[in-house]
């Protein structure tokens, strides 16, 4: 092994560095992004801003930037954050005034949450997925060692996205403390170290083994991207104590506060690094008060509310004020792991200014990006799980007047990628033949079927049932599924599985039906994102699920109008669902956690024109949508988006005639 030349003080691990004693390269990808819903926004106020050169993701100009009105739509983007941070470097590098992560640290929980199914109190405890298993056996499944090597490169990136005036805050726990500290040091520089904060979780004291002290802190370390010219607002903390009496009824202060003749509330303290200039200022204001012996104190006045007083005092690095949120007023999200929103809103007032850009690319439940939207920040946010996307989007939903964003992913671009890169001889070419070949067999070997050769749309064979698989660039067409049927019938086969990544809208009814009556039982199952992780194939961690589908109504009471009525929502995969909840659910509608609706799909962006969902608060889901009017006569396709308790969504278009 080559000696590594050490020139600096760093946190070395397995893995760092190569066999040669270069620092080992992590793939940057540049990919771009697809827009896949728009909530809050009209279609006519899309296309106008659109008109004016704004496109659905280049809407960013700048440092000066554009504000809510121009055009610029906050987002919310589902993927692997490496990729999504090295997509995003095109266009905001060295423009993110914030970014704030809480990556998962606590062994085996951060993937978990519980929700509730139906109207009624019945609450599903959520597993993580594969997907997010995948995740985190490759964060700690060597430990310390593993973790490190998931977060380094993601810092470099955070590094490079962040602004001049920009800071970014990690929080963390005991486990990785020390580590951090030196990582970020080194990522950042020493001389960018601006506090390690310590909150204190729980002021009420916790409990602990018998052989330690309880634990009740996490850190927070904050570094600025420059030394110096970073933006910072100090920050101020109100401390609330009752004014008692002693048994003659005379009025005790709390703070050793004192009342001076003009009715004026105060507390003391040494001058301490106050210069002479600083305390003459200070004497003509009225806020000095000499003991007998001379001595100069100064006065910090205290404001009654009732029979309080009131001490405002500057935030230092020890927050000790800040609840958990099983004790605070914030909305519960079921996720173990979410943080109170006065906590972000600590961190966002600090180190950021309304209309500064606030990236959180660990963004779980949506905390930071709730607090950003309501102090009138810019936002992004970034997660690898569905539900936690699904979560969040509800979330920004029940904010009051909260303005447009985008739910984006990097779809068939982040899939194309992993196609050329595992199975093309370069990555800027396109797919061989015989790439595409050991494309097919990989597929084919994760669902546990057998390669065909000779057939122009049978790919393989699994036990009796013959096989097609979509291409990782386009959505499975009717066309397409028509033609293996087609050959399955010709072949005298009574059975097809179709494997696809998307799906053509309102396949589903038209093209089973049509396959049963050319005597083909027909299957559609969902490929996974999980078989784009490298060690899929030999761990086995790859699950194809059957396409849930919908039934609605379009009803059309009167000129120029529609409206939807859901009418069967059916989720083939039911085993998810353990037993005892299963059991307990009373009807279809049960499954569904949200159900939106687009009045003119235009086979590119859903706009939510209707929507509605559950809250924890609220179970009650309505099934018939509200009366749609429009503007004039026509042919629309109405999209209808539902998305089930774990976050998985299902569309179906109706093509309508409207008089």
Avoid at 321 to 338: H, L
Avoid at 342 to 364: M, T
Avoid at 462 to 487: N, S
Wanted: proline share 4%.
């Amino acid at each position: 092994m080559a000696k590594i030349d050490i020139t600096k003080t760093e946190l070395v691990w397995p893995g760092k560095y190569n066999d040669d004693g270069t620092l080992k390269e992590v793939p940057r990808v540049s990919l771009p992004f697809q827009v896949i819903e728009t909530v809050n926004e009209s279609r006519a106020s899309r296309e106008v801003k659109e008109k004016e050169g704004g496109s659905l993701f280049d809407t960013y100009k700048g440092t000066e930037g554009e504000t809510f009105e121009d055009g610029w739509r906050n987002k919310l983007i589902w993927g692997d954050n490496l990729l999504v941070m090295g997509s995003l470097l095109a266009k905001f590098a060295g423009k993110i005034d914030l970014i704030y992560i809480d990556p998962p640290f606590e062994v085996g929980a951060d993937f978990t949450f519980t929700t509730v199914v139906g109207d009624g109190d019945i609450e599903l405890w959520k597993d993580q997925s594969i997907l997010e298993e995948k995740a985190y056996r490759d964060t700690w499944g060597q430990g310390t060692d593993s973790y490190l090597s998931m977060i380094h490169p993601r810092l470099l990136l955070a590094r490079e996205l962040l602004s001049e005036t920009g800071s970014l805050f990690f929080h963390c726990d005991w486990r990785l403390q020390g580590q951090m500290r030196l990582l970020l040091d080194e990522v950042l520089g020493v001389d960018c170290f601006r506090n390690e904060i310590v909150w204190q979780k729980n002021s009420l004291g916790a409990k602990g083994r018998a052989t330690q002290f309880p634990r009740n802190q996490d850190v927070i370390l904050y570094y600025s991207r420059q030394a110096s010219g970073y933006s910072y607002e100090r920050q101020y903390k109100e401390i609330r104590q009752p004014i008692t009496r002693d048994s003659s009824g005379k009025e005790k202060y709390p703070f050793n506060a004192k009342r001076d003749v003009q009715g004026r509330y105060y507390w003391t303290s040494p001058p301490g690094d106050y210069t002479e200039e600083s305390i003459a200022r200070l004497e003509e204001e009225g806020r000095v008060e000499r003991t007998g012996p001379g001595n100069v104190r100064i006065k910090y006045w205290l404001k009654r509310e009732g029979d309080d007083l009131v001490n405002t005092r500057i935030v230092d690095d020890v927050w000790d004020d800040i609840e958990m949120v099983f004790r605070s007023s914030d909305p519960r999200t079921g996720y173990a792991t979410q943080k109170p929103e006065g906590l972000l809103q600590r961190i966002v007032k600090a180190a950021s200014k309304p209309q500064d850009l606030v990236l959180d690319f660990f963004c779980g439940s949506g905390t930071t990006l709730a607090v950003a939207e309501k102090l009138d920040r810019r936002w992004i946010g970034c997660d690898l799980g569905r539900w936690a996307i699904h979560v969040t989007r509800k979330r920004m939903l029940g904010i009051e007047n909260c303005k447009p964003f985008e739910v984006l992913n990097l779809g068939k671009y982040e899939r194309q990628y992993w196609q050329s890169a595992t199975f093309g001889e370069a990555k800027d070419k396109p797919i061989t033949e015989q790439a595409l070949y050991e494309y097919l067999a990989f597929v084919l070997k994760l669902y546990g079927a057998q390669p065909l050769a000779g057939m122009s749309h049978i790919h393989g064979q699994k036990g009796k049932a013959m096989v097609h698989i979509g291409a990782v660039d386009a959505p499975v067409t009717i066309d397409e599924i028509g033609a293996a049927v087609d050959e399955c019938a010709k072949l005298k086969q009574k059975e097809l599985h179709v494997l696809g990544w998307e799906w053509e809208m309102g396949l589903y009814d038209l093209i089973v039906e049509a396959a049963k009556k050319k005597g083909v039982k027909l299957l559609l199952l969902q490929i996974p994102r999980e078989v784009m992780e490298q060690q899929a194939a030999a761990k086995g961690d790859v699950h194809f699920f059957e396409l849930a589908y919908l039934e609605a109504e379009i009803k059309q009471p009167k000129k120029l109008t529609a409206r939807v009525a859901l009418k069967d929502f059916v989720i083939p995969n039911t085993d998810l669902i353990p037993e005892d909840v299963r059991s307990k659910v009373k009807a279809w509608s049960d499954y569904i956690d949200y159900w939106a609706v687009d009045w003119d799909f235009q086979n590119d962006t859903f706009m939510q024109g209707w929507v509605a969902y559950r809250t924890r608060k609220e179970r009650k889901l309505p099934l018939t949508s509200d009366l749609h009017v429009y503007e004039k006569p026509g042919a629309y396709r109405i999209l209808v988006k539902v998305i089930d308790i774990f976050g998985n969504d299902t569309s179906q278009a109706f093509d309508v005639e409207v008089k």
